[in-house]
DNA sequence: AATGAATGAGAGTTCATTCAT
DNA sequence: TATGAATGAACTCTCATTCAT
């Protein structure tokens, strides 16, 4: 039944009302959890009715599963980009710059992500195994490599990795503390002249 | 009514029991949420009955907030205890290994600390910026007193301490995540030398 | 109107269609019994939309009261055709084996006519009192007078109808059971020659 | 959870509640079957509320599935008691009449199951496999030594205790239309001369 | 100090039916 | 004639909280 609504090409309306429930439930799972929200609050935040949005969905699972899919993929594009061919130093501060970037124009969706691990990646634990960690272990290895061979200052990949995902996503995930010991100035600017000389110190190889 | 308990003093009994219920509410709260976590729950984990819990305490928010109140003062103890008389960079790496060693010792804790902040700090908002909030201002111009003295490498005192937070709570709240990338080795153990390592590059004054 | 549908001859697709939507729906209605079923099921089984069944009928009852009509035209045939003109045991004898026939040809007809009369026969009672009452008031005097006649062993005919509704409609109507004592067996073949046997058994006159 | 409670011995309250729901329920299912029940009507029904019930019971289908089992052991007991000891014609009649009687007095326990084994014993099968199969089978086996034994007239087992069932519950499941056929004067009564009459001339040996 | 019993307010979900095309 | 889209009503079940003892 439902496989036979996605094996065909979905309508206009059918992309269009996707869009607002995922982009509504976003708003809502971000905000309180997957526990936390509610279908009376997707449905309110998208204009869709309760029932509507069922029609669309099998459930909350399956809404909540849509976007935690769709975000690992855009996640971890910035790491993907890390290219073993450019300069080490260069290519991991990039890395950062554009994790922060995405903690910048994707709060929600750090949070989003935040809360699943919190409660011990319940749904997206075999997506993490399958996907992140042999990414991650490419990667590692990688800034390994450059360690090795005296290109960036000796440093653990895994925890380093693990430093620019926590100080980078710290401004989505704890927006509402960095808020109240910042007032209204500039955060993600200040930010990033801060990452990427904490970094910067870290990697770059010194004589010694 | 229930002034009165409070004005009375508590007997042996309550006083256990109100631990009881805490300690299984630390538990449940930190890995289900808020919403995510019921009173059944609270319940089962401390042994009491779910009426028996609620005569100890007005209801679900009480519970919580008692909890993020008792959390915060223990959880700002190593901030407070940074000392102005002492040695800038040795200062800020203890207060980096305490605040790791917290989210060794206290996971549940840094999560339910988490868990709060990521839903916008509905209930400890006020907690926040009426203690946070001035103590932090306060360290962060004794850091900032410490760079300009030339006694740390330049640095914005605010984003450094995030970047504390960030990566010490990174291994309490996002532990499932860590779990999955570097297996059942040893964390914290590696982890507390590259912090150390990482803010000594970052934060120790170089001649130039 | 719905005049209109019934007043101009419906076209082929029509009938075709209304047949299908009637095939699916004694299959459904068989198994879920009427609240059990529903239109989502009847769907799917006769390859039609939901809304399009309900052009061809105007809801679920009216479905449900046509499989009904349907049916007990076909259901009270071979009671009709018992033949006062001919010999008693063996018009009794051939009553039974065909309604046995049609418990073992159309078992869901069986079950839908069951499933109705358990529930207190809410929508087919009128249909009851106007035809099967006099049809069977007419058969049970017929029989009463065969026994009159001496050509029949004495018998109460509406319990001797019943009876043989009972043992014969449980061939299908309680096949589940059937299945779980008898296993893969020859049943309707068995039950032939067991009914025929106990039933001649019964209505053989017999001098005394 | 649940366990706690069972484990426990029961109040008077929960013996008279769960008494209460249970005829409640036996009530509502007898009569709409398990699709067509809902909770609504045996909360209204048995005078509580339905959070109350599911106090009580974790769901509807324990509650179904409670009363199908108790209905089991009493719905069997005839059966067992038809003694090998006794005389083989006596004890059938004397089954016959006993189920009769069970018809008469427990009407919505006998629909209840024909309900249950209408829609192909979804939840009864299994115990229908482990107890009712070798009880037939023994008590199967039983009469066919009576046959053998020339006691009885020769007959399927299998099938007679089919016809037994059948034609005894019918009284109880069919009753809409047995009331609409005979009126209001006495069925049982007449029911219970014709069976005896019937199964009398059924199995009493005949010399030939 | 403790708990069995009870419930109002929702939660997610289903479903017959209607709308619009 | 047909269907994708939408919904109100109802359903089962959950849960924080209250009642009564």
Same mark, same amino acid.
């Not at 290109?151 to 653990?156: F, M, S, T």
């Not at 007032?183 to 955060?187: A, T």
């Given at each position: 039944m439902t496989e036979l609504k996605s094996a065909k090409k979905p309508t206009r309306i059918q992309i269009r009302n996707r869009k607002r429930i995922l982009e509504a439930a976003l708003e809502v799972f971000a905000q309180h959890g997957y526990r936390g929200a509610t279908l009376d609050q997707i449905a309110e935040a998208s204009g869709l009715s309760k029932p509507n949005i069922l029609y669309y969905f099998t459930g909350k699972e399956e809404i909540h599963v849509t976007l935690l899919n769709k975000l690992m993929d855009a996640w971890l594009a910035p790491l993907r980009e890390v $290219?073993?061919?450019?300069?080490p130093l260069a290519e991991i501060l990039t890395y950062v710059q554009r994790k922060l970037e995405m903690s910048r124009e994707f709060p929600r969706e750090s949070r989003l992500f935040a809360n699943e691990i919190l409660q011990?990646?319940?749904?997206?634990a075999p997506h993490l195994e399958a996907v992140l960690r042999p990414l991650v272990a490419d990667k590692a290895a990688l800034i390994q490599g450059w360690v090795d061979a005296g290109?960036?200052?000796?440093?653990?990949p895994h925890h380093l990795i693990f430093s620019i995902w926590a100080t980078t996503q710290h401004y989505a995930d704890f927006d509402a503390q960095v808020r109240v010991l910042m007032? $209204?100035?500039?955060?993600f600017e200040t930010a990033e002249a801060f990452l990427d000389t904490l970094f910067r110190r870290v990697l770059e190889p010194r004589p010694d």
């Open positions: $290219d073993a061919a450019g300069d011990g990646a319940p749904r997206i290109r960036l200052a000796p440093v653990d007032g $209204d100035g500039p955060v």
